[in-house]
């Protein structure tokens, strides 16, 4: 089983340093003079501390001119060989190990995302309460003084449409935060499926391979 796996680890190997010395000597100066529209389009799912890559710390120094996106490309099929670079786990050890990470990668993610939104629901009571006090303040302001009828309504009929108008912009707020959480939590959920369903494909490789090597050593 040894010389089965550990030939597509030394492969996979082989592939990850041949794409770093390519990357290496390819010139970046292009990207940067791509437009905002192209790196938004090209903008990975996850922020980085969510992807399942290697800890790849030790090769930055040699790895500053390569773009983030490759590095991160590089990173993630690093995490992926490193899985299966111990040939005496079982599947079922490596499909948990992969699980704990997995796991862990989304309570992260979960827990920055409570945070924005506790942060977000702070500073919209902030903002309500300082306008809920600015009202107060200009009608109080607004009765110490002698005025007439058209004035007294010429005034509440202003407060109330800045009070609308406050709301409003409130409501529009609170509308684009939800959107922007909804689709952080839908690309954090589709790219956990693309990485599941790679690490789906390489453990039944694996598997295949841990089979027929046990039997091999049994002698069937």
């Not at 590089?74 to 995490?79: G, T």
């Not at 919209?124 to 309460?129: G, H, I, Q, S, Y």
């Not at 007439?148 to 509440?156: D, K, P, V, W």
């Not at 909804?182 to 790219?191: G, L, T, V």
Request: proline share 1%; aromatic share 10%; charged share 45%.
């Amino acid at each position: 089983m040894a010389g089965l796996w550990s030939g597509k680890t030394k492969y996979i190997s082989l592939v990850y340093a041949g794409c770093l010395l390519v990357t290496l000597g390819c010139q970046i100066s292009s990207k940067r003079s791509e437009n905002t529209s192209s790196q938004n389009e090209n903008a990975p799912l996850v922020d980085d501390k969510y992807s399942l890559t290697a800890d790849r710390q030790q090769l930055e120094e040699l790895r500053k001119n390569i773009p983030e996106e490759k590095k991160k490309e590089n990173d993630e099929l690093a995490f992926m060989s490193q899985l299966f670079a111990d040939e005496k786990k079982t599947p079922s050890q490596i499909r948990d190990k992969f699980d704990s990470i997995l796991r862990k990668k989304r309570e992260l993610f979960q827990k920055d995302m409570t945070k924005a939104r506790e942060a977000y629901v702070k500073e919209e009571k902030r903002r309500k309460d300082e306008f809920t006090k600015q009202q107060d303040e200009a009608r109080s302001d607004f009765k110490k003084r002698k005025s007439t009828r058209e004035q007294s309504t010429e005034f509440y009929n202003d407060l109330d449409a800045k009070r609308k108008e406050f709301y409003s912009a409130e409501r529009d707020k609170r509308e684009e935060f939800e959107s922007d959480m909804r689709d952080k939590r839908k690309n954090f959920d589709d790219y956990a499926r693309e990485k599941n369903s790679e690490f789906s494909q390489e453990l039944r490789a694996y598997t295949k391979q841990f089979e027929d090597a046990k039997k091999s050593a049994s002698g069937h």
